[in-house]
T-cell receptor, first 113, second 107 residues
């Protein structure tokens, strides 16, 4: 099956710093990638949809200046959490889509101190 | 928008038991997926099943699109089956997830 990697798997940072998370589709090209956030014991919440070569589409309530998304190639999308604060601590998951299915990365656990 | 409801929310079983998880949805579907999120957070694709029945080992799934539900069957449960099971439908280019069923298999 299709494989999506995500790096780093976990990160701890100080409040005010920026954190970049990379998402790669390893064995297929993904014109569309997605970024999700998941709180403990809850379902996945879509943050934004990223199309290669164009600006990301953010869901309502997600600050685009706080969560910068870049989809530079058909196999790479990045999420940068700018000026992170403790409330940004969460589990972030990326996903890449084929024509029918979505495949998910292993997630990044972000802790902001 | 599309509404996805899963039941039961929690299920605790002994190893070896069988289980049925249900997913009800509000709109017609041409794309439905089942996922297993393991205790480390990884979502694993189980089935892409917009209609009909599929089987993969001890797991099988059935979607009855006309009645707007899908079922996931797990037979002879193992402790490694523990985790959260999500169904999700694609609407307007994005997946809409249910709230999940948390399955705990005790040895």
């Amino acid at each position: 099956g299709a494989v999506v990697s995500q790096h780093p798997s976990w990160v701890i940072c100080k409040s005010g710093t920026s954190v970049k998370i990379e998402c790669r589709s390893l064995d297929f090209q993904a014109t569309t990638m997605f970024w999700y956030r998941q709180f403990p014991k809850q379902s996945l919440m879509l943050m934004a949809t990223s199309n290669e070569g164009s600006k990301a589409t953010y869901e309502q309530g997600v600050e685009k200046d706080k969560f910068l998304i870049n989809h530079a190639s058909l196999t790479l999308s990045t999420l940068t959490v700018t000026s992170a604060h403790p409330e940004d601590s969460s589990f972030y998951i990326c996903s890449a889509a084929t024509s029918h299915e979505q495949f998910f990365g292993p997630g990044t656990r972000l802790t902001v101190l | 928008g599309i509404q996805v409801e899963q039941s039961p929310p929690d299920l605790i079983l002994q190893e070896g038991a069988n289980s049925t998880l249900r997913c009800n949805f509000s709109d017609s579907v041409n794309n439905l997926q089942w996922f297993h999120q393991n205790p480390w957070g990884q979502l694993i694709n189980l089935f892409y099943i917009p209609s009909g029945t599929k089987q993969n080992g001890r797991l099988s799934a059935t979607t009855v699109a006309t009645e707007r539900y899908s079922l996931l069957y797990i037979s002879s449960s193992q402790t490694t089956d523990s985790g959260v099971y999500f169904c999700a439908l694609r609407g307007a280019q994005k997946l809409v997830f249910g709230q999940g069923t948390r399955l705990t298999i005790n040895p």
